[in-house]
């Protein structure tokens, strides 16, 4: 069965340092999505991306962060300086077409550690 | 705005028990309700969903989950826990119409004894 997949499963980071996180969504989906939670708190939708260009973020999704589908296969998180507060599960999720009536399809998702 | 609220933190049950894991959501219509399962070093894979109709819904794995507008929950069930059904769930919703973004509640965390 496809499936969403995520590197790196674990990411360390110092505070200030950039990072990027990477996501293979399922190869015939066109939406991706990033979320992310914070331990002990709830899922948090980012960002959605469609057509390579980001169709609807949240207010969590600053200047800091940016999303890019680099090539036919990957999809990117990018955390410019990196604050202890952005420590968090991020999920990446792909479904075949836009509305939350059509399943999104999550990754096993990359802990992020800012120290 | 739209939440969904998880009361339970943590359930403990036994094996061959019953579950009913709970699930509030605030919204002004009736939202498109999900229930997704986390099992550890997997991605969150959908159980169930509910959009409109019948308001008992069955899912994969046994599950079955119950859409009670008048309560405005979304309740998750089983009628026999196994073993591998130890996990973190989630009760999310999506908005008709109107965004991608499914807005999820804190999660349950499913200890299953044997």
């Known amino acids: 069965e496809p499936e969403v997949t995520q590197t790196p499963s674990h990411q360390v980071t110092q505070m200030g340092q950039e990072v990027i996180l990477r996501c293979v969504p399922i190869?015939?989906?066109?939406?991706f999505y990033w979320y992310r939670q914070i331990l002990g708190q709830k899922v948090e939708f980012l960002v959605s991306?469609?057509?390579?260009?980001?169709?609807?973020k949240s207010e969590i999704f600053d200047d800091q962060f940016s999303v890019e589908r680099p090539d036919g296969s990957n999809f990117t998180l990018k955390i410019r300086s990196t604050k202890l507060e952005d420590s968090a599960m991020y999920f990446c999720a792909s479904s075949a077409a836009t509305g939350t009536h059509y399943e999104q399809y999550f990754g096993p998702g990359t802990r992020l550690t800012v120290t | 705005a739209q939440s969904v609220t998880q009361p339970d933190i943590h359930i403990t049950v036994s094996e061959g028990a019953s579950l009913e894991l709970r699930c509030n959501y605030s919204y002004g219509a009736t939202p498109y309700l999900f229930w997704y399962v986390q099992s550890p070093g997997q991605g969150l894979q959908l159980l169930l969903k509910?959009?409109?109709?019948?308001?008992l819904v069955q899912g994969i794995k046994g599950f079955e989950a119950e859409f009670k507008r008048s309560q405005s929950s979304f309740n998750l069930r089983k009628p026999s826990v196994h073993w591998s059904d130890a996990a973190e769930y989630f009760c999310?919703?999506?908005?008709?119409?109107?965004?991608?973004?499914?807005?999820f509640g804190t999660g349950t965390r499913l200890q299953v004894f044997p």
């Open positions: 991306f469609y057509n390579n260009e980001i169709s609807e």
């Open positions: 190869s015939n989906h066109l939406y």
């Open positions: 509910y959009f409109s109709g019948d308001t």
């Open positions: 999310a919703v999506g908005v008709p119409d109107d965004t991608d973004k499914l807005i």
